[in-house]
């Protein structure tokens, strides 16, 4: 399965003259990135219970990063209170 959730498609297993056709629709193109913009976003769209749980998740997934995260919404959290 590939990351857009659909079934994954092997150059292997198509025909010639399908390959040949679809080929002709790929394009390269070169762009130049003038801004970015970010949002912060720590779920705070959720219900107070759900942040709480999203919490106990990330804290319990042993992952350092996971754990970072879920003090940085917990943080968020009692300062909204």
């Known amino acids: 399965m590939n990351k857009m959730g659909g079934n994954p498609v092997l150059w292997d297993n198509l025909s010639p ?3 040949e056709t679809q ?11 003038e ?4 949002a912060y976003k720590l779920s705070q769209n959720r219900s107070e219970t759900d942040y ?20 940085l919404m917990e943080k968020r959290l009692k300062n909204h209170k």
Do not use: H, R, T, Y
Request: charged share 25%; net charge positive; proline share 3%.
């Open 17 to 19: 003259k399908l390959l």
């Open 23 to 33: 080929l002709k629709g790929i394009v390269g193109f070169k762009i130049k990135v």
């Open 35 to 38: 801004e970015i913009q970010a």
């Open 52 to 71: 709480s749980n999203i919490i106990d998740k990330l804290q319990n997934e042993g992952n350092p990063n996971s754990k970072q995260m879920a003090e």
